[in-house]
T-cell receptor
């Protein structure tokens, strides 16, 4: 089983739609979780951290379920500029090692 | 402020040649990471350094790969000899400390081995 599993997509949605991405991780020792965003042919950039109680940043909402080892990202009112690949990233407690998922591709159409 | 700087941005070489990729982390960052990204395998951590010391090199694919960090502002990833299956985008990233949440990635080096 892969350490991090994501639905690769692509998710093709119209502008204004709400879309949700799911991610499961296998290492129960993971303490911190993040969503990174990667635009086509660019480097990954941190989108948001994921806190135990769930957190929101504008149109983006992240949820964590430790019991099920499951993370989600919800994007409301999708914009064309949201088109990118979204990477689910658990972090091991020791050191700075991040484990990147394969990513979920999102394409927002006019 | 300058971000993570990588050079070259693109490299095309022939099988068997030595390839050296370079990285300058963000000033003040103590941790440096080398990643490789391919369509098949996604983003993989190759090695990371804390305070110039290699901490985990378990992701280095084989002896043909080596990485050094002679000082806080410079690191190299060397492939010798290169093979076509090494073709990928190689990213360098840095963070303030090993446990820091945010890693800042450089633009990457696109390597093509013919």
């Amino acid at each position: 089983r892969k350490e991090v599993e994501q639905d690769p997509g692509p998710f093709n949605v119209p502008e204004g739609a709400t879309v949700a991405f799911n991610c499961t991780y296998s290492n129960s020792a993971s303490q911190s979780f993040f969503w990174y965003r990667q635009d086509c042919r660019k480097e990954p950039k941190l989108l948001m951290s994921v806190y135990s109680s769930g957190n929101e940043d504008g149109r983006f909402t992240a949820q964590l379920n430790r019991a099920s080892q499951y993370i989600s990202l919800l994007i409301r009112d999708s914009k064309l500029s949201d088109s990118a690949t979204y990477l689910c990233v658990p972090k091991y407690n020791q050191g700075g090692k991040l484990i990147f998922g394969q990513g979920t591709e999102l394409s927002v159409k006019p | 402020d300058a971000g993570v700087i990588q050079s070259p941005r693109h490299e095309v070489t022939e099988m068997g040649q030595e390839v050296t990729l370079r990285c300058k982390p963000i000033s003040g960052h103590n941790s440096l990471f080398w990643y490789r990204q391919t369509m098949m395998r996604g983003l993989e951590l190759l090695i990371y350094f804390n305070n110039n010391v290699p901490i985990d090199d378990s992701g280095m694919p084989e002896d043909r790969f080596s990485a050094k960090m002679p000082n806080a502002s410079f690191s190299t990833l060397k492939i010798q000899p290169s093979e076509p299956r090494d073709s990928a985008v190689y990213f360098c990233a840095s963070s303030i400390a090993g446990g820091a949440e945010t890693q800042y990635f450089g633009p990457g080096t696109r390597l093509l081995v013919l």
